[in-house]
């Protein structure tokens, strides 16, 4: 069964940056996508970024673009988020979810639901005060 365990978050001022970590375990982490999604307070969990299982491509939310990178490292079964300039509008939950994809993942309309998305992590709390 796979295990996503996500490190980071926490409170930072607007402007600063933050590094989101998700460890994929129980299965070949190469075999899957890894995408990121958000949830603030009284709202629907929001995607934000993805990454293919090779890392050759990679998608964003129009909102985060410029300001968030997302990445993959194989060997250590890791995926990244980082976050640059980060605003208060980023503020809320951060969700880790991969999905198995070998040859690549969805079509971007797909990556970005929710629903589409096989495993999830607990969530990381980030917090940016203005």
């Known amino acids: 069964q796979v295990q996503l365990d996500e490190s980071g978050g926490g409170l930072v001022q607007a402007g600063d940056s933050m590094r989101l970590s998700c460890r994929l375990s129980?299965?070949?982490?190469?075999?899957?996508?890894m995408g990121w999604f958000r949830q603030a307070p009284g709202k629907e969990r929001e995607f934000v970024a993805a990454?293919?299982?090779?890392?050759?491509?990679?998608y964003y939310a129009d909102s985060v673009k410029g300001r968030f990178t997302i990445s993959r490292d194989n060997a250590e079964n890791t995926a990244y988020l980082q976050m640059d300039s980060l605003e208060p509008t980023d503020s809320g939950v951060y969700y880790c979810a991969a999905d198995y994809a070998p040859r690549g993942l969805p079509h971007t309309v797909v990556i970005k639901l929710a629903d589409s998305w096989d495993y999830w992590g607990k969530g990381s709390q980030l917090t940016v005060s203005s």
């Open positions: 990454i293919a299982s090779t890392g050759d491509s990679s």
């Open positions: 129980g299965r070949t982490f190469s075999n899957y996508g």
